[in-house]
């Protein structure tokens, strides 16, 4: 099993509608969780991080369920530049902190 | 406030020798760690730096190896070349560890192994 597994995608949705996304990680004593964006042929780049409590950013919603280890993005509203590849993060603790990316999910967003 | 860059962006080399990637950090940032993106994947760690010392490492063989400079800048450095080497390099800098920072990357060094 991946350390950290998302859903490749793509998923394509039409403007203004909600997507949700969600990874799955393996490590139980896994300590921060991140969202990043990362654009066709780019680096990826911070969109949020996760907290216990859930949060917040715009059109977005972070969630994060240490129970059933899992953790999601809602993206309400969506709109054609949110098209890109959302990778999952997890880091565990190990001396350093070790970082784990997920595989992404490709969202599509059409006119 | 200066970003992370990385060079070069793009090179071509063939099995068996040897690359040199660099990375400048951003300014303040004194931790660099590099991952292997291969294509439709997600970055993968190799390791990381901090005050010129390597203090964690992925499931890379020693042929990759690196250095970090004082003033914070690093290069990743492999050896006898293989095909599946062949990816986007990418160097992200961040303040302190890795882990429960915020990563700010470069634009990545993309290598294609013939």
């Known amino acids: 099993r991946k350390e950290v597994e998302q859903d490749p995608g793509p998923f394509n949705v039409p403007e203004g509608a909600t997507v949700a996304f969600n990874c799955t990680y393996s490590n139980s004593a896994s300590q921060s969780f991140f969202w990043y964006r990362q654009d066709c042929r780019k680096e990826p780049k911070l969109l949020m991080s996760?907290?216990?409590s859930g949060n917040e950013d715009g059109r977005f919603t972070a969630q994060l369920n240490r129970a059933s280890q899992y953790i999601s993005l809602l993206i309400r509203d969506s709109k054609l530049s949110d098209s890109a590849t959302y990778l999952c993060?997890?880091?565990?603790?190990?001396?350093?902190?070790?970082?784990?990316f997920g595989t992404g999910t490709k969202l599509q967003v059409i006119p | 406030e200066t970003g992370v860059t990385q060079s070069p962006t793009h090179l071509i080399k063939t099995r068996g020798q040897q690359v040199t990637l660099r990375c400048s950090s951003q300014s303040g940032h004194n931790t660099v760690s590099w991952y292997q993106q291969a294509l439709g994947q997600g970055p993968q760690f190799i390791f990381q730096?901090?005050?010129?010392?390597?203090?964690g490492r992925g499931n890379f063989p020693p042929r990759f190896s690196g250095l970090q400079f004082p003033n914070y800048s690093s290069e990743l450095n492999v050896n006898a070349l293989e095909l599946d080497d062949s990816a986007l390099y990418l160097c992200?800098?961040?303040?302190?560890?890795?882990?429960?920072?915020?990563?700010?990357f470069g634009a990545g060094s993309r290598l294609t192994v013939l």
């Open positions: 993060v997890v880091t565990a603790s190990g001396g350093y902190q070790k970082v784990t």
């Open positions: 730096y901090y005050r010129e010392e390597e203090n």
């Open positions: 996760v907290y216990s």
């Open positions: 992200a800098s961040s303040l302190g560890g890795a882990g429960a920072n915020v990563l700010t």
